[in-house]
T-cell receptor, first 118, second 114 residues
């Protein structure tokens, strides 16, 4: 149980275009999903916290108008990279926090999406 | 500010050697601590977690970690490593309230030589 999927697993786009990444909790409901970014050979950096039905909370330094997050249901959150540029190329990873394990505070990670902006 | 630091960025061991990876955290209040592993080309997997209670936590694949509050540490250990343990290891933390995303350490790249 507790499986999180992401789609697509990788995407290549031209500079200036927008890219949407989906994060789904397949077998549980997630009130909260998190979006992280991982540069090559570096650690994960939290970008934003997404709560179902409300606006996302962004970490300092993350442009909310560039990285649009929508959490429309308890099983789906989307991250849209708008007007992508080469410096946005990275590995984007989502995680989901299961409702019924709130007391245990565990997050389940998706496999990640590799974005390459040409 | 909240932070997690991992002391060893690259570790090379021979099979059957004992492993200890250091992790220190800086958090106000209560803290939840995690160790994740990322095998080449795969996604993050949880090795073990500490929320409260027994400070010695046992995880999967023979790993364990000890929470030492006085040292703000949560070191990962394994008595005898295998070649298949070659991976990237991340220590992570969030506040005890549980609502926050995770703060990750920079990771330790572990290579096990056969």
């Amino acid at each position: 149980g507790a499986v999180v999927s992401q789609h697509p697993s990788w995407v290549i786009c031209k500079s200036g275009t927008s890219v949407k990444i989906e994060c789904r909790s397949l077998d549980f409901q997630a009130t909260t999903m998190f979006w992280y970014r991982q540069f090559p050979k570096q650690s994960l950096m939290l970008m934003a916290t997404s709560n179902e039905g409300s606006k996302a909370t962004y970490e300092q330094g993350v442009e909310k108008d560039k990285f649009l997050i929508n959490h429309a249901s308890l099983t789906l959150s989307t991250l849209t990279v708008t007007s992508a540029h080469p410096e946005d190329s990275s590995f984007y990873i989502c995680s989901a926090r299961e409702m019924r394990s709130r007391a245990y505070n565990e997050q389940f990670f998706g496999p990640g999406t590799r974005l390459t902006v040409l | 500010a909240q932070s997690v630091s991992q002391h060893n960025h690259h570790v090379i061991l021979s099979e059957a050697a004992s492993l200890e990876l250091g992790c220190n955290y800086s958090y106000g209040g209560t803290v939840n601590l995690f160790w994740y592993v990322q095998y080449p080309g795969q996604h993050l997997q949880l090795l073990l977690k500490y929320f409260s209670g027994d400070p010695l936590v046992k995880g999967i694949k023979g790993f364990e970690a000890e929470f030492i509050k006085s040292k703000f540490s949560f070191n990962l250990r394994k008595p005898s490593v295998q070649w298949s343990d070659t991976a990237e290891y991340f220590c992570a933390a969030n506040s005890g309230g549980g609502a926050d995303g995770l703060t990750f350490g920079k990771g330790t790249h572990l290579i096990i030589q056969p």
